[in-house]
Every structure is written in C-alpha cells, then in structure tokens.
T-cell receptor, first 114, second 112 residues
Framework: DTAVSQTPKYLVTQMGNDKSIKCEQNLGHDTMYWYKQDSKKFLKIMFS???????INETVPNRFSPKSPDKAHLNLHINSLELGDSAVYFC?????????????FGSGTQLSVL | SQQGEEDPQALSIQEGENATMNCSYKTSINNLQWYRQNSGRGLVHLIL???NEREKHSGRLRVTLDTSKKSSSLLITASRAADTASYFCATDGMDSNYQLIWGAGTKLIIKP
C-alpha cells in the first residue's frame, strides 16, 4: 500500500479552469503538507495542516485553497489557473509538527496549464 | 526563501566510485536532512543529522555536519546505477517554525 498517495499524477488544463488535487496518507500521521516544485527543482512549502487545522499558510495566491476533511486527507483546489501555476505539486506528511520530523512524500502531480 | 544550496549542481561518476555532495545553509539550525528524488517520483528521506551531531552513517551513506561552517556533506560509497537521482538537503531552522527550507538539489548520474 502506498503510504502517501495523490491523484491525479498528470493534470493538463487550460488557463482559467478550476482543478483539484487529492491526497491521502495511511500512515496515521497528524501533519500534512502541500509543496510546489518549480522547473528548477526548488521546493517551496505552500500549506501545512496539523490534525485538520491550518498551521502554515505561505504567501500563496488565494486562488489556492486547501481543504482537510480529516487528518488523513489534504486536498488542494486551484481556481482560475494561470500559466505560472505549471509545476509539480507534492503532498507530504509527517508524524507530527515539530523538530526532527521527517517527511513522507507522494509521487507528485505534474500540472501543465496551457 | 531558499536556505540550502547544494554543490555541485550536477555530478556524473562511474559505478563503483564514491559520490560526494555538499550543502550550505545560512541560519542556525535544529537539524539537517537529506532526501533523494528519483526522476518523476516523490522525495524519499535518507538521513537526519541533528545540530549537535557531527557525523552519521546509514548503510553506504555518510553525512557530516559542520555547524561552524554551516555546511553538510553527503557521501555515497561504492555507487550503483540505482543511486542515479537528485539529492536535496533540507534544514529545520531555529527561527523557521519547524518549516523545512530546501536547496535546489544535486543531480547525480551513475554511469554503468
């Protein structure tokens, strides 16, 4: 069983559309994250949730809205997609929030906005 | 903001040789972690070294940390084709609210 699974793996869409990426972890972890990896491979945190509560909300356009229905799921909805949103989006989880936590990553969603 | 900076950006070596990658960072840290990313896949945690540790081993991996120089190195001994991947360091800064700050990675290619 995949520990952190996200769908879809590939997402190709037109500018202006709204799309969602789903993430689920079966590790029993309390904390989940969304990261964006750009074309130069830089990883930047977007959001972090601990037990369904938002704890990190980096400077991300409010077109991006995370939703955590329970601590095992963290979905990302993106409104009015723009060309610059093209990137690979990774979901990750950690046992809890704090020092010395290691992250477990999903396999990524490659978003291409045309 | 990017804290970690890996060096070199790319490294190509023969199978069996050792590979060394370096990471430099800017602020005081609680720990430093190394991750591997195979092409088209998510990152996989390799090793975590705490700020009060100087060296750590895991199988063919050896990580060193020099907090006075704000740098770390990852050594992979007896490299294999399966080690071909990008390697990232991430720091948990003392002022970062437990957020990991990532470098841009070193792309390692092992030639058979």
């Amino acid at each position: 069983d995949t520990a952190v699974s996200q769908t879809p793996k590939y997402l190709v869409t037109q500018m202006g559309n709204d799309k969602s990426i789903k993430c689920e972890q079966n590790l029993g972890h309390d904390t989940m994250y969304w990261y964006k990896q750009d074309s130069k491979k830089f990883l930047k945190i977007m959001f972090s949730y601990n037990n369904k509560e938002l704890i990190i909300n980096e400077t991300v356009p409010n077109r991006f809205s995370p939703k955590s229905p329970d601590k095992a799921h963290l979905n990302l909805h993106i409104n009015s997609l723009e060309l610059g949103d093209s990137a690979v989006y990774f979901c990750a989880s950690s046992e809890k929030t704090g020092m010395n936590e290691k992250l477990f990553f999903g396999s990524g969603t490659q978003l291409s906005v045309l | 903001s990017q804290q970690g900076e890996e060096d070199p950006q790319a490294l190509s070596i023969q199978e069996g040789e050792n590979a060394t990658m370096n990471c430099s960072y800017k602020t005081s840290i609680n720990n430093l972690q190394w991750y591997r990313q195979n092409s088209g896949r998510g990152l996989v945690h390799l090793i975590l070294i705490r700020s009060n540790e100087r060296e750590k081993h895991s199988g063919r991996l050896r990580v060193t940390l020099d907090t006075s120089k704000k740098s770390s190195s990852l050594l992979i001994t007896a490299s294999r084709a399966a080690d071909t991947a990008s390697y990232f360091c991430a720091t948990d800064g003392m002022d970062s609210n437990y957020q990991l700050i990532w470098g841009a990675g070193t792309k390692l290619i092992i030639k058979p």
